[in-house]
């Protein structure tokens, strides 16, 4: 089983940065991505990146491009998403997954943290 517990959530100013980790435990040696994804109230869980564990190989959603970055620490079994210029649209709170396959479809990912909830205003 893997857990993950992510941290760094708060209330920022438009415009502001904020730097998410995420911290993963047990059994993350056969993990293939790391994902960050997003909900916010009244809408569906959205994923905006994800890496490739072992070549860094980074994907985004258009809608964060250029605004958000993905990067991970495999010695720590730690990732994190480093967001910047943000906006009011960008309140939802935040989740961190990983999963044995190369995607960002949240069906892909069976382990998932407890989010961490990021207010813009």
């Known amino acids: 089983d893997v857990q993950l517990v992510e941290s760094g959530g708060g209330s920022v100013q438009a415009g502001g940065s904020l730097r998410l980790p995420c911290a993963a435990s047990g059994a993350t040696y056969n993990l293939c991505s790391m994902g960050w994804f997003r909900q916010a109230p009244g809408k569906e869980r959205e994923g905006v990146a994800a890496i490739r564990r072992y070549s860094g190989t980074t994907f985004y959603a258009d809608s964060v491009k250029g605004r958000l970055t993905i990067s991970q620490d495999n010695a720590k079994n730690a990732v994190y998403l480093h967001m910047s210029s943000l906006q009011p649209e960008d309140t939802a709170m935040y989740y961190c997954?990983?999963?044995?396959?190369?995607?960002?479809?949240?069906?892909?990912?069976?382990?998932w943290g407890r989010g961490t909830q990021v207010t813009v205003s």
């Open positions: 997954a990983t999963s044995k396959l190369w995607s960002l479809e949240s069906s892909d990912f069976p382990y």
